[in-house]
């Protein structure tokens, strides 16, 4: 349930910043208690914005804030 909760938080706050930006939740079978966010441009390569595979504990340094995540985004894009 953390991990659904933190990833619609992460997906509407993407979505909010950039509309035309499709959002996918798990795409791929996702890694045991991890939590990863990932830009896949249009020529294909990744660009990972958040991991919280080496943080924690406690458990809710596993997972982003939205806006960090909208930020990373940014950057990557610009």
Known sequence: RVFGRNAAAV???????????PVDINPRPPRRNSFEVSLVKE????????????????????????????????SSLA
Request: hydrophobic share 40%.
């Open 11 to 21: 997906s509407a706050a993407l979505r909010g910043a950039m509309a035309h930006l």
């Open 43 to 74: 020529d294909g390569s990744t660009v990972e914005l958040w991991s919280g595979i080496g943080k924690g504990p406690p458990r809710k340094l596993k997972f982003p804030q939205p806006e960090a995540v909208v930020e990373a985004l940014k």
